[in-house]
């Protein structure tokens, strides 16, 4: 007989979902027990963002495995060392590898065997979906029982071991789905997107729009997208980023400043808050104070909505962005 419940025996405890560890809470949010998928085309930055959220793990004291079978060592190296110059961590303590997969039984068992040998790892990651699903012998991408058959031993390893699983994968040509069969998208918990943004390519920015396709959990709490960073790119001139103390600012918004994921200038005397400027998009922290009450809007106000902040470059370049009312909320 199942369970009844009221919202009177939710709301004074007497019941309780399931706990959801979340780990990588600086990345991508991912869940101790499942499966998560990060698409994105081909040289967006799928493995770079995923070596990035495995120096998260590193930093938070967990143990991550990242395995491409399509890269060489050399490769996966640069990549590691491209994130530590931005994102610092331990990289003796990242482990990874690019061998294939032992392939002498049945896919099913062949793939349980391998991940079991990484059972002491928090967080394991495979790059990419369909070159394991066809490295390990599963016919077709786009048949449901084989897919779902890939996934049942992702996930039972996942919750048995207390892992969490990134799996990446491609989207179609047209870069708008997943490719392959529904249960790519149907059967994890998590589905995120990476992408770059409009008008901009790897050649204008080291940053990407990070989109929440699927969040059974809600463990984003309803934050479906953001702009992270998932490489160095010295020749890209980037606003400069600038390492902040001030009493106006809360701790934890600092610290994700002082990880240099965002760029910061000053705002002087407008209010007390900072303003951030990333990728021509500004983004304003004004402390917990209301916006309306500030010498910032006061000034947005009386310039006929509109608010200009000169930007320098890590080259010393500068330029002037403008925020008008579209831009302010």
């Given at each position: ?48 963002l995923a070596l ?165 959990n809600n463990i ?110």
């Open positions: 007989m199942p369970k009844r419940n009221t919202i009177d025996t939710i709301t004074l405890g007497i019941f309780s979902d399931e706990d959801v560890s979340i780990i990588c809470e600086d990345t991508i949010k991912l869940e101790r027990g499942s499966v998560a998928v990060l698409s994105g085309n081909s040289e967006v930055g799928k493995s770079f990035k959220v495995c120096a998260n793990a590193i930093n938070d004291g967990l143990k991550p495995f990242f395995w491409s079978v399509e890269d060489k060592n050399k490769a996966i190296l640069g990549r590691i060392k491209n994130i530590e110059s931005f994102y610092s961590f331990n990289t003796a303590e990242l482990e990874f590898s690019n061998e294939l997969p032992k392939i002498n039984k049945e896919p099913i068992n062949c793939l349980k065997e391998e991940l079991n040998e990484l059972a002491d790892c928090d967080l394991i990651v495979l790059d990419t979906f369909s070159a394991f699903f066809s490295t390990l012998g599963f016919k077709d991408q786009n048949n449901q029982n084989d897919v779902q058959n890939f996934f049942n031993i992702l996930t039972d390893i996942a919750k048995s071991n207390n892992q969490a699983i990134l799996l990446l994968h491609h989207l179609d040509k047209k870069g708008e789905s997943l490719m392959g069969s529904s249960v790519i998208i149907n059967a994890p918990r998590l589905v995120y997107k990476l992408s770059f943004e409009k008008g901009e390519d790897k050649n204008s920015t080291t940053y990407r729009l990070l989109e929440v396709l699927k969040d059974n984003n709490a309803g934050e479906f997208q953001k702009t992270i960073k998932v490489l160095q790119n010295s020749s890209i001139d980037e606003p400069s980023i600038v390492n902040l103390r001030a009493n106006s600012i809360d701790s934890n918004t600092l610290e994700i400043i002082n990880k240099k994921d965002i760029s910061a200038v000053s705002v002087n005397e407008l209010a007390k808050g900072y303003v951030t400027m990333n990728e021509n998009r500004g983004v304003f922290y004004l402390s917990s104070r209301k916006l309306t009450d500030t010498n910032f809007y006061k000034v947005f106000k009386e310039n006929d909505n509109k608010i200009d902040f000169k930007m320098t470059g890590a080259n010393d370049s500068s330029y002037v962005i403008s925020l008008k009312n579209s831009l302010l909320t």
